[in-house]
């Protein structure tokens, strides 16, 4: 019993406690079905309808340089250092929209390089010393010197080209400068961010004349008007000016006139600077005209919408009227989650409906999912194990048990590991209407399930254990590498497609094709590899390691085969292009990067496989020159991008230029040690040419 009561009051403390702090700190978001419905709303962004939650993701992670946000909360009492929560980028957007006060003091924006902010006279940071070189600040921090700022953004523009050309800038900009010109970018992003509910804080004054426009409003509108209100009477405005326009002097005299007419343009200027700061939200899906056929067009934010009612009217207006007034609703109810995760829900509701009656809704809860489910990372997650378990294999005898049951775990993780990678590509082509290809980051996603898939294929007929050792090695490396692609590059990875882009037809034959060859073309390198490293542990232990021969013959018939397959698809992929480009451009082989790069790979692989056919290559030519080829694919599939010039250079990836060289460089290391040793072997046993000198 004296345990009971002394447990008592423990659990009672923790109970209020937590019921404190949720009820303290609204502007976490916690609850699930408010995060539901936040998540679902639907938004126009570049051009793409899209879920609020994905906006926000690739938000966050263009200020952030990850996907969650640590945020102070405000401490009890006053006392105690604040404590520290991480928010999930939907989270954080709506603190945003609704607490803007607060999101001002959270330290968002990454700044990689403190130099950058060495350089600003107008910062006024006491502990910018004693801050890390690579560290993250608050608005309220850099403030001070966003003027500053902008006008290094304005001074680098011209350098740049425009900042719609970030291949140009990327060139000529140095890490210091772009560092400037992206955190003034990333101000001005947050700036419309907090601003963007300004709108449904704020009530517009109505005086004088302003109020004939309201006169039939019900219920009625006096003193002060919503901004919906505005919108929902705009045309109304506008007939009022025009009437004060045409009185005359016998009507109304000059004076109070020229008064009516200024109150007027104030209180149009203050919806229209209301309406301006919530143009980020594009939610708006404009109603079907009738006798037209439902489908994409551009949305309306709340300023083009003022404008659309001013000179349409609000009557075919109405439901994206009440959606508007639906967004209003939510920032009074801000502390009140329950309410607040009602009103969210019916905003919800609202916008659906717009969007439904275009078709532009329906896959909105799938893309929502898709990100929730994060199948890419559960894969990776999955061959990384696979790895582990089939490396564990080579510590133990085939014979055993064990072996046989470490393959079997090894090729359940990997299958389903590939399982999770098809199902996330099937889901992106489903969100997209297109092909599995169409941007640089979906290349890696389809160049890993294809490099799997063949893997384990190669496992089947060779049963060697190198396809099943190689399968989930490739899945991991691979989605590994478009996360850092996808985190360094900041941007959503599935966006409008530029116009020379949006056939589905060649997406399907020419990119699919080609990227079937890069894809084959790593497999027979990474191949390539094993037989080198396994000939270096031979010839460094003396025999004792890879005594087989058939080893190596086996690893060289899989280099050679996985090679052959790589210049069908290769070879068809480039030809397809070529047809493709003479069809958009009118000419074939210009100075277009893409297609050079496609046929270096063809060359390359033909000289292969004719240096094998005529006895130049042989066992270890073929494997040596296939490790080669990956250098030769990574310059087709990422280098030619670096160039920045060509018709056909449409993802500019200096992100990854930094890595790309890297791996140039210890590719070219590990292949001249291998020639080398090779050719310190082949020689050791001659004897020294002695030359007699007369």
């Known amino acids: 019993m004296s345990r009971l009561t002394a447990f008592l009051p423990l659990a009672l403390g923790l109970l209020v406690a937590g019921c404190s702090e949720h009820e303290s700190e609204p502007a976490t978001f916690s609850d699930p079905a408010l995060i539901e419905a936040l998540s679902e709303l639907p938004i126009q962004d570049q051009g793409r309808v899209k879920p609020l939650s994905t906006f926000a993701d690739f938000t966050v992670l263009r200020l952030n340089g990850m996907r969650k946000v640590r945020v102070d909360l405000d401490a009890k009492d006053g006392a105690g250092a604040p404590k520290r929560q991480a928010l999930t980028p939907i989270q954080w957007v709506a603190r945003c929209l609704l607490f803007p006060e607060k999101a001002r003091d959270d330290k968002v924006f990454l700044v990689a390089e403190k130099k950058a902010l060495e350089t600003l006279s107008t910062l006024g940071l006491e502990d910018l ?53 992206s955190l003034a970018e990333n101000l001005v992003l947050f700036e419309r961010l907090v ?37 929902g009477y705009g045309q109304n405005l506008a007939k009022t000016f025009f009437e004060l326009q045409r009185t005359t002097p016998d009507q109304i005299s000059e004076t109070l006139k020229r008064e009516q007419m200024q109150e007027l343009n104030r209180f149009t200027r203050s919806a ?38 001013v000179k349409e009217g609000s009557m075919q207006h109405a439901k ?10 939510l920032v009074p109810v801000r502390d009140d989650p329950a309410t607040l995760g009602k009103r969210v829900s019916a905003l919800r509701g609202a916008l659906g409906e717009l969007a439904e009656a275009r078709g532009e809704y329906s896959k909105v809860p799938l893309e929502v999912s ?30 055993r048990l064990a072996s046989k049951l470490l393959t079997w775990g090894t090729l359940g993780l990997t299958t389903s590991g590939l399982a999770l990678l098809i199902v996330g590509i099937t889901i992106r082509c489903v969100l997209r209407g297109r092909p599995p290809v169409t941007t640089l980051y979906e290349t890696i996603l389809f160049i890993c399930a294809c490099g799997v898939l063949t893997a384990l294929g190669l496992e089947w007929v060779n049963r060697q254990r190198v396809g099943l050792a190689l399968a989930p090695f490739l899945g991991a490396v691979l989605l590994f590498l478009a996360y850092r692609y996808e985190l360094s590059d900041a941007k959503d990875t599935m966006p409008q497609l530029v116009a020379v882009l949006d056939t589905n037809f060649w997406l399907s034959t020419h990119v699919t094709t080609v990227t079937l060859g890069y894809s084959a073309g790593l497999l027979a390198g990474v ?41 069908v698809f290769s070879t068809v992929g480039t030809i397809l292009g070529g047809i493709w480009a003479n069809d958009s451009w009118g000419r074939f082989w210009g100075w277009d990067p893409k297609e050079n790069g496609a046929l270096l790979i063809v060359l390359w692989e033909l000289a292969i496989l004719h240096g094998r056919m005529g006895g ?39 992100g990854v230029a930094k890595v790309l060289y890297a791996y140039y460089g210890l590719e070219a290391l590990f292949v001249l040690a291998v020639a080398a040793t090779w050719l310190g072997r082949r020689f050791a046993g001659r004897k020294p040419l002695h030359v007699k000198l007369a």
């Open 129 to 181: 010393d004693e801050r890390r070189r690579r560290d993250r600040y608050s608005y309220n921090e850099l403030v001070s010197a966003r003027r500053e700022l902008i006008d290094q953004h304005e001074l680098l523009r011209p350098r740049s080209g425009t900042m719609d050309n970030p291949q140009v800038e990327a060139k000529t900009l140095s890490p210091l400068e772009q560092q400037l010109v």
């Open 195 to 231: 601003h963007a509910l300004d709108f449904a804080r704020e009530r517009l004054e109505i005086k004088g004349v302003v109020g004939f426009a309201f006169k039939d409003a019900q219920p009625k509108v006096e003193g002060s008007a919503r901004y919906s209100e505005a919108v």
């Open 272 to 309: 229209e600077d209301l309406g301006r700061s919530a143009e980020l939200l594009t939610c708006f899906a404009p109603p079907v005209v009738a006798g037209a056929e439902p489908g994409p067009a551009p949305w309306d934010s709340p300023y083009s919408l003022l404008v659309t009612c």
């Open 320 to 329: 994206q009227v009440a959606a508007l007034r639906a967004f209003e609703d």
């Open 370 to 399: 898709y990100y929730r489910m994060d199948l890419l990372y559960r894969a990776q997650v999955l061959f990384v194990f696979g790895f582990v378990l089939v490396a564990l294999t080579w510590l133990v005898d085939p014979k």
């Open 527 to 567: 191949i390539g590899h094993v037989y080198l490293l396994g000939r270096l542990a031979h010839w460094f232990s003396g025999g004792r390691w890879f005594s087989n021969p058939a080893t190596f013959r086996n690893l060289s018939k899989l280099t050679y085969g996985v090679i052959g397959f790589g210049l």
């Open 616 to 654: 130049y290559l042989r066992e270890f030519g073929v494997c040596y020159t296939a490790a080669i080829g990956t250098a030769v694919v990574a310059f087709s599939w990422w280098g030619v991008n670096l160039l920045g010039v060509g018709l056909h250079s449409y993802g500019f990836t200096g």
